[in-house]
């Protein structure tokens, strides 16, 4: 289907972005602050890299933003219709290009851009045909490292929560992890070891003096059960709603995931909101 707009008709301007040398501390509190998923990386006003809270997340104990960024990441170009952008984003499973223009960063396009576009037009066919059914949940007393550990190892940035009867209760995405981190800093020891030519009396007496203390920041969850930091599920759909209607709902409520129920409202699927732009594409 063409819509006949370009990535400048739907990109945001006003980019959040961030330079090098820099600290993660800066863009942690830059993606808390501007409620954004991502920010680019500037140097010389040219596009370098990007942060994700994705990178936040695998990598916990990265102080630097030219270590913790992705370089060189894949763009858009002002002038390249929105359909083009789609499927660049569908192809290599990221939510944002940063838009470029001679090297210059002039805008970033994301897929709630996209899907307020479609949330303009008439699709009628049935957002059951864009449900991933296979689904990672997790018990809403469920502590909420764990929660994250669970998301690192399926590969995915939302799951559901459910009560101990198994009904939806919220949903918890890689957004609410951020949000709920925080920095801390510990002092930790690392001894030493001997070598097998030591005599055991000799390193036991000098055990204490060769300990190496050193200091650590890592970006930490509290311990708190994952009703603390869901979202609470107070929106689903079903398998016969129309794709712009779903559409219409998650842009206006700024939502990446949309609950599939069966007439019963026990949870059936996911929608998410990239697997919307086929539809376009």
Known sequence: MMIGMSVE?????DVVYTTIPGSRNKVLDLLKEKHVSAVPVVKDESLIGIVTRSNF??????EQTALLMTRDPITARPYETIETAAMRLIHNEIRRLPVVDGGELVGIVTVSDIIG?????????PIGRYVDTFIVSVWEETPLPLVGR??????VKVVPVLDSTGNLVGIISDKDLIQSSTIVDTIEKSDMSAGSDEDAWTWESMRDTMSLYYSVSRVELPDVPAKEAMKNNDLSVLHTTPLSECARTMHRRGLRH???VKSNQQLKGLVEDIDMLKAIV
């Open 57 to 62: 997340l695998e990598n916990p104990e990265e």
């Open 150 to 155: 669970i998301m690192e190892l399926a590969g």
């Open 9 to 13: 008709d739907v990109m945001t301007r």
């Open 117 to 125: 576009a479609i949330a303009n037009l008439r699709i009628e066919e």
């Open 258 to 260: 949309l609950p599939l």
